[in-house]
């Protein structure tokens, strides 16, 4: 079992910054591929980031390229999101999820959410 609790999340305007991270624990950290999605309302979760077990190899949907950057502390057993520039359309729960080998659209472990709201 490996369990993810996320944190960073909060309300900041359009143009800011935040930073969400997911701590992991319970099997080794670093045996796992790492990633993010997120969930607006009315709509269906989506793919937003991923990070492979070497923690090298990054992975990003279209909508978030060059604003957002995926990485991993394996001596905290953490995976962060640095998200920049935001926009009132990245409003969403933010979700941490954890593959054995890579991130799949139905990850084995999920967070219980993060929310992140970007006001015009």
């Known amino acids: 079992q490996v369990q993810l609790v996320e944190s960073g999340g909060g309300l900041v305007q359009a143009g800011g910054s935040l930073r969400l991270a997911c701590a992991a624990s319970g099997r080794t950290f670093s045996n796992y591929a790492m990633g993010w999605f997120r969930q607006a309302p009315g709509k269906e979760r989506e793919f937003v980031a991923a990070?492979?077990?070497?923690?090298?190899?990054?992975g990003y949907a279209d909508s978030v390229k060059s604003r957002f950057t995926i990485y991993s502390d394996n001596a905290e057993n953490t995976v962060y999101q640095q998200m920049n520039n935001l926009k009132p359309e990245d409003t969403a729960v933010y979700y941490c999820a954890a593959d054995p080998v890579v991130i799949t659209r139905t990850p084995d472990y999920w967070g219980q959410g993060t929310q992140v709201t970007v006001s015009p």
């Open positions: 990070i492979r077990r070497n923690g090298v190899k990054t």
